[in-house]
């Protein structure tokens, strides 16, 4: 037997050509990422909730325990979507399952980062509205805290993708664990920054909302940030030759 | 038809503490093939390269007519896989799993899913983590099987299950093997249960296949030879004889080109044959693996 003689009836096997992707294929990888994960992102909608019930209440103590409640919820929620998705699906060996369906490693990353952007963006986005509601309609919060409560949960949102590409890049559980100690040191720095930043600072307890030059800047970095570190998470697994 | 379903040519793949080297495998379509080798040996990695799920770094891979690890996806719409290493979710029933894989695979056989699930004795409404590690060997059996898959991987498969989950398994696929011709690679450290089910055998160890053949042909052609050989006789050098030791006036020789004429030429050098031996697989691997550990060796 020769290789010539091996079957050509491949040719007739229906689906995407070698190469393009197979959105239905990646439709149903996210379906199954949401189909575990919904009851946790249920939960911490619930405790986004409360952390803004907390915010709009009178008093200051209420106020920081609602703002720090809102802000580990929202790190909380990062950090379990990338290890329950990526670092747990490796650790728990369900990749073999995966990928021994017609599913390319391209595939594979584009699922995880479509799972983890919308299931992210899901609670990432009502909590970022129910902020700037409650801080529009109660008048005892400023309005000037809008622009910084912006900057302050977008760069949660990178901090969270950040989490996501070194799991997904390095598949390794401490790594992932290195990456989040960093976006929470980072944080930490992050807001000292931000807040002592004039134009952001100053107007933070103003009751105008100002989006200064510098606020508009540092929102269009984060954005830019985590587009470049869409582009570098699929460049790097791209070059992968080893998959399990 | 006179076609292969996979073909392995000049394949290598290089990590820092393992070679996978030269590998020509091939896998005519319609045959059960056995794939021993010691824990270690390159079975696990030669079958990631048969699914794309590891790229090789030199030689080429055609599976079910596809070029791998390029077409992988095309190639895995017509493969099932069975891994000791892949699992299932533990948090979703097996019907879950069901539907999961039903809604990917056109081919689907809804009637065989339930029938297997009867045979292998599984609830679907049963969620995995509740299911013993025989069970959930099963149920990813079920999940390779049902969507008729035109080749089947099992990548040692019955690894870790009890003797008697293990018998259950090997049980249950020699039943569902029998329903129909299907391409099949089975790999496995233990060569009772390749032996069981297979039609054809390689064995590979440290990265290299060592010998690749018939089942019938391997145990044909391996003997074991016990002699009796006065102090001065000399036994004569016969072609295919991989391993000969001898304590006292008694020698052993095994052979894996055994014709019946050995005996005739060892007769004639004045030995006496107490008794020519056929050999299990496990002894014709074992000896197979230390013959050319030896050779290298020396």
């Known amino acids: 037997m020769t290789p010539s003689t091996l079957t050509t009836a491949a040719a007739a096997t229906s689906g995407p050509s070698a190469g393009s992707m197979d959105f239905a294929m990646i439709k149903r990888l996210v379906l199954k990422d949401w189909y575990f994960l919904r009851g946790p992102i249920l939960g911490y909608l619930a405790a986004g909730a409360l952390a803004l019930a907390l915010v709009s209440q009178a008093g200051e103590g209420t106020f920081f325990a609602g703002s720090i409640l809102l802000i580990t919820v929202l790190i909380t929620i990062g950090i379990h979507l990338a290890m329950a998705t990526v670092v747990e699906e490796r650790k728990n060996q369900t990749l073999a399952f995966v990928m021994s369906l017609p599913v390319s490693p391209a595939e594979y990353t584009t699922a995880k980062i479509f799972a983890n952007l919308l299931i992210f963006l899901l609670p990432w986005l009502a909590l970022l509205v129910g902020s700037f509601a409650v801080i529009a309609g109660n008048a005892a919060l400023p309005d000037g805290l809008i622009p910084f409560t912006g900057i302050v949960l977008l760069e949660i949102f990178a901090s969270s993708f950040l989490i996501l590409a070194v799991a997904l890049i390095s598949e390794s559980q401490s790594w992932t664990i290195g990456a989040i100690v960093f976006g929470n040191l980072f944080f930490q720095g992050f807001l000292y920054y931000v807040s002592h930043i004039p134009s952001i600072g100053q107007t933070m307890n103003g009751p105008r909302i100002v989006w200064s030059p510098a606020a508009v800047n540092l929102l269009v970095g984060e954005i830019v940030s985590i587009a470049l570190m869409v582009g570098l998470t699929f460049w790097l697994q791209s070059r992968k030759t080893d998959f399990l | ?298």
């Open chain 2, 1 to 298: 038809m006179s076609d292969l379903a996979v073909h392995f040519s000049g394949v290598g793949k290089t990590y820092p503490h393992f070679t996978l080297d030269d590998i020509h495998l091939e896998l005519p379509t319609g045959s059960i093939q056995g794939f021993i080798g010691a824990n270690g040996a390159g079975k696990s990695t030669t079958l990631r390269i048969l699914m794309g799920l590891v790229h090789q770094d030199r030689g080429t891979v055609q599976v079910l007519g596809h070029s791998m690890p390029a077409s992988q996806v095309a190639a895995k719409r017509d493969i099932g896989y069975v891994s000791e290493d892949l699992r299932l979710y533990k948090a979703a029933t097996l019907a879950w799993h069901m539907s999961f894989v039903r809604s990917i695979f056109p081919g689907w056989d809804a009637a065989y899913a339930e029938e297997l699930a009867r045979r292998f004795d599984l609830k679907p409404e049963q969620k995995i983590k509740g299911l013993s590690h025989g069970q959930r060997v099963k149920a990813a059996l079920l999940l390779a099987l049902a969507r008729r898959p035109r080749l089947l991987v099992l990548d040692e498969p019955t690894t870790g299950l009890d003797p008697v989950a293990r018998h259950e398994v090997l049980g249950a696929l020699t039943e569902v093997l029998a329903d129909e011709r299907r391409t099949v690679l089975f790999s496995s450290h233990n060569t009772l249960d390749v032996e069981q089910i297979s039609d054809r055998i390689t064995f590979i160890d440290r990265g290299r296949i060592l010998d690749s053949d018939d089942k019938e042909s391997f145990l044909d052609r391996w003997r074991r030879v016990r002699l009796e050989v006065p102090a001065n006789a000399v036994l004569p050098e016969v072609p295919g004889i991989v391993d000969a030791t001898r304590s006292g006036r008694l020698a052993v020789v095994t052979t894996d080109h055994y014709q019946p004429d050995l005996a005739a030429a060892y007769q004639k050098a004045g030995a006496t044959v107490f008794a020519v031996e056929a050999m299990t697989l496990e002894e014709i691997f074992v000896a197979d693996v230390r013959s050319r550990r030896e050779r290298k060796a020396a």
